[in-house]
Structures are given as C-alpha cells and as structure tokens.
C-alpha cells in the first residue's frame, strides 16, 4: 500500500517561502516510471497542478510558477519537496502530493494513483 504524507508549516508570512516535504512509504521515490507530483487548492477554486519530480529526477514545473517553483528529493529519506519562493495571500491552499506514471500535467484528480490527505497552507502576516 503506497501512501503518501505532508508536512510542513501551515502559516508563511508572505514574501518568504514555503517549503513542504512529501514522505512516501509503500514504494521507492525511485520506481521505475513513476512521476512524484505537487498540486494546490486555493480555497473556493479548483485543483491546480504545480510540477512533478521524476524517478530519475528530473524535475517538470507549471510554467506560470516555475519562476518560484522549486523541486527536490532525498532517496536515503524516500521524499520529495516543493518549495515556492516569495508568497503572497494567493498561494493559501491546500497542497497535495500525489503519483502518477506520467510526468504530465493534470488537474484532475482521477488520473493519479495516490495522494496525500492534504495540508492546509496559509499566507498571512
């Protein structure tokens, strides 16, 4: 059973960053054709894809964030993180890590095979 968790702070004051970790048990950041993704939900607004992580790690970013979007991993650790740089109000959501065998975008919360139950992200001074 592959599950997937988040942590991080749930409060970001803004201008800073935010950094979440993804901690996957149940299988290895590095399987073959698996893609280790990071999506939001503002509130009141639909799922937004934010990029994906590879198993070989290469990493894949909505161009509309990418300028603040940054992916890694740790393998000794079996985790993979976002940061997103200079926070404003509109990035609180909540964030989701989930998989897939596909390092394409998607919105739709059917096309992937895990997911984390979500952190809720707040930005406020």
């Known amino acids: 059973q592959v599950q997937l968790q988040e942590s991080g702070p749930g409060l970001v004051k803004p201008s800073q960053t935010l950094s979440l970790t993804c901690t996957v048990s149940?299988?290895?950041?590095?399987?073959?054709?698996?893609?280790w993704h990071w999506l939001r939900q503002p509130p009141g607004k639909g799922l937004e894809w934010m990029g994906a992580?590879?198993?070989?790690?290469?990493?894949y970013y909505n161009a509309s964030l990418a300028s603040r979007t940054s992916m890694s991993r740790d393998t000794s650790k079996n985790q993979f993180t976002l940061q997103l740089n200079s926070v404003t109000p509109e990035d609180t959501a909540v964030y989701y890590c989930?998989?897939?065998?596909?390092?394409?975008?998607?919105?739709?919360?059917?096309?992937?095979?895990?997911w984390g139950q979500g952190i809720q992200v707040t930005v406020s001074s």
């Open positions: 989930a998989s897939r065998k596909l390092s394409a975008s998607s919105s739709n919360r059917y096309d992937y095979d895990y």
């Open positions: 149940g299988a290895s950041i590095t399987t073959g054709f698996y893609f």
């Open positions: 992580i590879g198993y070989r790690g290469g990493t």
